[in-house]
């Protein structure tokens, strides 16, 4: 098993580049499967999530090459199958788009069902409502859902609550239907919009992606597109409460500033100085943090993403805040490790009353999962003396060579894989 090790306290600064959006990521190799010619992607982040879904569009047929790091074809013009025979798909959320694109495409599917992060139930019936609509049979057989349709045809759907993986899901499967679909209390995230121009760009017809009512004209086919996926507005966000907890002065290259808004406006709330170029970010914070209170709410409200990087920022900010999470129900298990580290946290239900503490004290931590894991790697790094996190596979299924890219900014952080080499960069570290 991987694990971080961090030696605390060095204050971050420098320049770090984005890699592009996971969560499209995910949408877009789904989409892309749904075309029988070639697909060129630019901008591919290269995590663990993108590479097990990548290798499940294998396992169905489709022929993936690596241009180069982060440019991947893939040709899926000899599919030999409708069924995600993969035992990784457990293991991430996103094998569910794979329900939608294959629908669109072959009016046929069977997925594992999802997996991903613990943060919370997860339902789909918003997705199996909107797959129904389209006239879809869908059961939930041996562990898979199965959906099944003699046509789709287009439809009137509106979801009961904003999901992001029912509006992306719904916009694959409408796109390949006949006639009208409209989806309404759509979910607008900016992925939800990158994935709508993708499958534009192989000849879909979808409008209003960004707003609350998407309306997609079906077509017969899709073709092939050569496109690039925008940068990742959370690991981007992860940066610049690095850059806040660690009293940093970061600039994060090849973003989208007015995706990151919610967070900037935060960020200067408690005290950070922010300046935006057009395609970068800085964060400066040399003087205390101040509290704040934060509810994390649907795009363009503050994403329940940044949740945990954001309460570890809060941890160490004078005064009491409080952090309210609105979208999943159990995404606080992280605070039993940050209030070890010292932190001085309460949560009751879905609400985290924060009272900040003058500084974190390293200690051997585990993640829970994704954004949690790198909000506790950024505890570490703001805490006095030696941090442990364990495992590292959490963090590595969303962010591309994390602590890479913080050493380059002058953090003290290793990845090490067993007790041996653990040991061994305990004592260079501390040298
Ligand atoms: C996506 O998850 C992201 N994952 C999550 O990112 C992100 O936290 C989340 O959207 C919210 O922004 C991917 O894009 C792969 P939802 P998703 O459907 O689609 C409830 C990360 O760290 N719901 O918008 O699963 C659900 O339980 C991850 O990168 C239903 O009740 O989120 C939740 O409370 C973690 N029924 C809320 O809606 C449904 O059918 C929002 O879920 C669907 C959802």
Redesign the pocket.
């Known amino acids: 098993m991987d694990r971080y090790i961090i030696r605390g306290g060095n204050p971050l600064a420098g320049e770090v580049t984005i890699g592009g959006a ?2 499209a990521a ?2 877009i190799l789904a989409a892309a499967i749904m075309t029988d010619e070639p697909v060129r992607i630019e901008n591919m982040p290269k995590v663990t ?1 993108t590479e097990i879904l990548l290798k499940a569009a294998e396992g169905i047929g489709t022929k993936v090459t690596h241009e180069d790091r982060h440019t991947v074809i893939m040709d899926s013009s000899h599919l030999q199958s409708t069924f995600i025979d993969d035992e990784y798909m457990k293991k ?3 094998s569910y788009y794979l329900v939608g694109a294959l629908l669109g495409r072959d009016k046929k599917a069977e997925v594992p069902l ?1 997996g ?2 613990n ?11 909107g797959f129904k609509a389209l006239g879809a049979k869908v059961d939930i057989l041996h562990g898979c859902i199965c959906a099944e349709a003699k046509d789709l045809r287009g439809a009137h759907i509106f979801f009961d ?6 509006t ?1 899901n719904v916009m694959l499967a409408a796109s390949l239907a006949s006639g009208r679909t409209i989806i309404e209390n759509a ?1 607008k ?1 900016p ?1 939800v919009v990158d994935i709508a121009n993708f499958l534009n760009s192989m000849g879909a017809n979808i409008r209003g992606a960004g707003t609350d009512v998407i309306r997609i004209r079906g077509v017969e086919k899709l073709h092939g597109t050569d496109y690039a996926i925008i940068p990742d507005q ?1 690991e981007a966000g992860t940066y610049m409460a690095a850059a806040a907890a660690c009293h940093g002065d970061v600039t994060i290259k090849n973003v989208i500033p007015k995706h990151l808004e919610c967070i900037t406006a935060k960020l200067a709330e408690i005290g950070c100085q922010i300046t935006e170029f057009d395609d970068a970010v800085q964060v400066t914070s040399y003087d205390p943090l101040t509290s704040t209170q934060i509810r994390t709410l ?2 363009p409200g503050f ?3 940044m949740q945990p990087q954001m309460t570890v920022a809060l941890g160490l900010a004078q005064g009491i805040s409080i952090v309210t999470e609105g ?3 159990n995404r606080f298990k992280y605070v039993d490790e940050l209030v070890r580290m010292g932190a001085s946290i309460k949560v009751e239900n879905n609400m985290a009353l924060i009272t900040g503490v003058s500084k974190y004290t390293g200690t051997d931590i585990t993640a829970p ?3 949690a894991g790198a909000a506790l790697v950024i505890a570490g790094l703001a805490a006095e003396g030696e941090t442990t996190v364990d495992d590292t596979s959490y963090v590595e299924r ?1 962010y591309e060579d994390f602590d890479g890219k913080l050493r380059e900014l002058g953090a003290d952080i290793e990845k090490v894989s067993d007790g041996w080499s653990a040991e061994r960069a305990r004592l260079k570290l501390v040298n």
């Not at 609550?161 to 029912?166: D, E, L, P, Q, Y």
């Open positions: 996971k969560n995910l949408g999530d991430i959320r996103a999802p991903g992060c943060i919370g139930v997860r339902g789909i019936d918003q997705h199996i409502k609550k904003v999901s992001v993986g029912a992306i979910a995230e992925h959370i649907p795009y994403p329940t993403d979208i999943f129900d999962d994704l954004r969303g």
